[in-house]
């Protein structure tokens, strides 16, 4: 098997990741890499530690050329950028993983509210598939259009998908208070993002007006098969990579005398990415950094459930689980070329 | 006026902190430092910033001495350890403000049960007086011995007190994140605090069990005049100092309608070490960092509040309260020697 | 005594440090704060930690209010930007003190090359007294304008002028590697100084190449009454604050069978900011941090000496000894307001 | 290819380098994992990052287990520790290959003196090979024994054998300016490694008395073909992985006019792991973080040169040099499973 992927994007935080593991793919040949219109970049040169391992030019995106050379394009862009791309690519009968919030969320009107900006591609919205593989792997087998999902609702959705979709939680309850590294935001040039700022520091930002909000409360919904609303602070943490989000959910009646853990394994027990601590344990950023993993630990407070679950934000909530998805739609064995 | 002061235990971080302090305190001189039996340590080569400010033997606690040259000792002792102390400094008369917890907490069977250890000083327990100046400054005026309290509950009690004290809370519903540098763990020699354990890293720890939140639930309860229970989650920070608590709460039906920004400042107005900030604002570690200001935002939810609370674990959480605490004992304006 | 003195540049890092250390001098009123021409700035808005402190607009130089507020001006610009300010406060009879690195090279070919400028104010040249009290002490009392040093020429001139000034050392054989804290650049929005690109990371920076070259040779050439060249790398540490040079010196004839680290001891022993390490010890950061101190250990090789320096680049090395200069330019004790 | 490797002392930084090299390389089984008789312990407890990739309990080394089940051994053990277990190994007819550094120096009374014990096993140090492929590759191919480098020798002797080994250098003026992150000195539990010893801080150690300073002495000696004697300072960055040396030389006659990055360029040309940065760049950390690379930049200053040397002292530095070595010893691809 040799699956040629194009990467569009490829200079960002999620791009350089995306090379990282592509390059360790046995089944993958980077077959182009491109920007979005600006002058060729040497990618040596922005990443200097791949030297020696690709020494290749970034480029503007040539759909003729990529029609010619890749099977797959990974799209590593900013938000409200992919879908300027994606309805082409689709023309010439590319495979896509977007990595953007472009095709996540299907309400144009909520999109348009979180976003700033008109969603454009509405045929795109009805193709795409959410590319969370624990619970949508047998639609992503068939996509065409891979919406891959956001850091936050990867962890979220994991950590809170055994209990909501059993009805084990009273949908109104839940707080996520969630904590990510820097390069959850990309690469923008902004003062927040000196180290002078956030070296030593900590500090929520958009206190419950994140954009990861509707996507985490659209998925939630229908896994509960009813209308969930979340609570949702999301924190900088003076780290470059990793997610912990603390989740605190009520209890519904149902779960009263049910074995809490026990459904936590239970429901994940076939998974490959997913481990569950044991009871009183709970995972820490290092457990996951640089892997695909998502770890989540339990405590059964009575009444209350505190979720804690961590991910690399760059791998399983980025370029990780892009390739996971492409793993899925490949038919080859879900974990190849991940840790 | 001229207060002086000895401390028992000055080489841990507390004790440092506090020497940093009152050698900048105009009305203090630093009369004693004693350590709990251990050699005798000249403190500037303890702690190599303080020498030409501070070249003095910290050595073992001498009672006698005590008695003839300190009117005031601050305790920088160990959970545990302070009751050892107290009986005795109390007979001989001096004020005593203790940064341990051994005199926070007046149920001594809960108390036995988070720190693992008897309660031996009944007396004591009954004279101290905890020592939040925004709460129990007429008491603190008159105390022999004050009980300085924990960096978490400081946060937490201060970000509750307005809501709490009015009513305006489901006292079952509060949820308490809370996020610390690794200072606010003493200096204890374990793998957990490595620096190769700690940077990059994140994680909690004592989920929903550690021992503050007795003493932020025995507080709150006062305030409440009814049984309050809280969630609590602590979290570990790869910074050296600060403290950030993410404060989930319901309104109580008392609280429909009302403008709970202003509450907050309204309860505040006279403190000069809490800055409520203005809406849409949140804290920041930075903005407390090596200072004793409480800084509080708020976000209000319809139906529920999320408060943020910063203050620097070392200083409002520890030794620049106790500095405070001693100002009010000694009838001084209260910021003196105080950022 | 009431120093009143005037800011101009207010916002960055050194004006930041400035006002920190002035709220606590007990001789200073902070009169003026001014900017570049920008918009007028709430500068507890800027700084949040300064609420409540200092709640004052940073606004735009006004030459007429600074005649009227001001006695003294501290000058906290960029490079190059200073000499448009200098020659109109000294019309207007106000003391400078000049943070930039403006007047602190004669040479206006070197100052040039190195700075990118054409130096426009050979008035201010002449007049200008380099501010390295250790060395230039009586003529800063008579100064109208002194040039504060830059914070790399600070540790390497203290750290070197001993030996230099004693003719002991081989004034071609002078290697100075040099690892400063961000905080030395200034606060640039630029790639390389964002929490991604640094935390985690260290590199060496315009290898033997550096702006402060020229400066350094400069003042040691006057210690040693003959041309000095040295040899200087700096390097980016991850972290804010601090720089720490190790020095490599052979030593000359005259240096054979002298003790050095006496030489150092008795060279300094009146300087209330120069501590000397004992043999074997060498300084850290830590202890110099926020600190207006130079630390430094020195290592006798038999034929060549290896110098440790520390210092804080923003206080001893910007700030800290920007107000050490103005108690002496006001005979008043040269450690008030000083750590 | 199947290689069947042990590893003793599998449980620190070293061992848990290896660990996750060799999980991902094509050709290895891990058949043991061993420690030096402490109880057994699960791997993945130790190190949750492995669980599920590797569930294997950490025994007591057990000599007829190992003769059994293993082709070659890692030792990843504290100096001096290794050499216990070397000759039961070779009389076993074990590859080893021991990242300790009890095979590097030759001479034992120079072993007495740097690593405070004497020397054990004669027989084991005359058959040890040194274990740096870009000098020895020729001679690794044959080893039973190979003693790989340390971490500081092996970014020095890279960066200094082709101007030393040409004789392009004056031997008596080298010296190198080093720093390292704290997984240098693997996993010791004291005070100075605490995260409030290192973070935001740096330091100076050991200056010009650390026990790698033979080892670079011994293997330059050889290298130049006569006594070579270095000028050494290592210091602590902030960090947990990662070298930079900063090496200062003057040239020998024989280098003037000759083209230096040239020379660099040709002497490693065929060196899969070097990479000599073209002129005016240096290497930062993360070019070669988590790598086998070590990438060089040159400066050359006229009558001297500054080369600054980058690797990653767990991989180049240790375990990913180890299995280099590995790979060499089995003929298989050099860069089979490396980064």
Redesign the interface.
């Known amino acids: 098997m040799n699956i040629k992927v194009g990467i569009i994007g490829a200079t960002g935080?999620t791009g350089e990741e995306l090379i990282g593991i592509l390059l360790?793919h046995p089944y993958v040949s980077i077959c182009g890499l491109y920007n979005t219109g600006k002058d060729p970049q040497v990618i040596s040169q922005v990443f200097?530690?791949f030297?020696?391992?690709l020494d290749r030019v970034c480029k503007k995106a040539d759909f003729k050329e990529i029609a010619d050379k890749c099977d797959l394009i990974f799209l590593a862009l900013p938000h409200t950028v992919s879908m300027d791309f994606t309805p082409k690519l689709l023309k010439i009968n590319k495979k896509i993983i977007d990595l953007s919030a472009d095709y996540r969320i299907k309400n144009t009107r909520v999109f348009e509210k979180f976003y700033g900006k008109k969603h454009k591609d509405n045929l795109g919205l009805r193709k795409a598939v959410y590319g969370l593989p624990e619970i949508y792997r047998n639609k992503i087998k068939h996509a065409k259009l891979v919406a891959n999902p956001g850091c936050y609702p990867t962890a979220a959705i994991l950590a809170l998908a055994p209990l909501v979709s059993l009805g084990l939680v009273d949908n109104s309850s839940i707080?996520i208070?969630a904590?990510s590294g820097?390069?959850g935001a990309g690469?923008k040039?902004?003062?927040e993002?000196?180290?002078?700022?956030?070296?030593?520091?900590?500090?929520?930002?958009k206190?419950?007006t994140h954009q990861h909000m509707p996507e985490i409360e659209l998925y939630l919904s229908r896994l509960a098969s009813s209308k969930v609303k979340i609570?949702f602070?999301p924190?900088l943490?003076?780290?470059?990579r990793?997610i912990?989000e603390?989740i605190?959910v009520n209890k519904s009646h149902a779960a009263k005398g049910k074995n809490i853990l026990g459904i936590f394994k239970s429901f994940y027990k076939n998974e490959?990415f997913i481990?569950i601590k044991e009871e009183g344990k709970?995972?820490?950023?290092?457990?996951?950094?640089e892997?695909n993993?998502c770890?989540i630990?339990i405590?059964d407070?009575g009444d209350?459930v505190?979720i804690?679950a961590?991910i690399d934000n760059l791998s399983k909530g980025a370029s990780g689980q892009a390739v996971q998805n492409m793993n899925i739609m490949y038919k080859i064995p879900e974990t190849t070329g991940l840790?």
């Not at 993002?193 to 500090?203: C, H, I, R, Y």
């Not at 709970?282 to 950094?289: L, Q």
Request: aromatic share 12%; glycine share 8%.
């Open positions: 935080h360790g200097p530690k030297k020696g391992r707080i208070d904590k820097v390069s690469k040039l902004t003062k993002f000196l180290f002078s700022e956030v070296a030593g520091n900590f500090s929520a930002y206190v419950n609570k602070v924190h943490l003076p780290i470059n990793g912990i603390t605190y490959p481990r709970f995972p820490k950023v290092s457990d996951v950094y892997t993993y770890d630990g405590k407070c209350s505190i804690i961590a840790l």
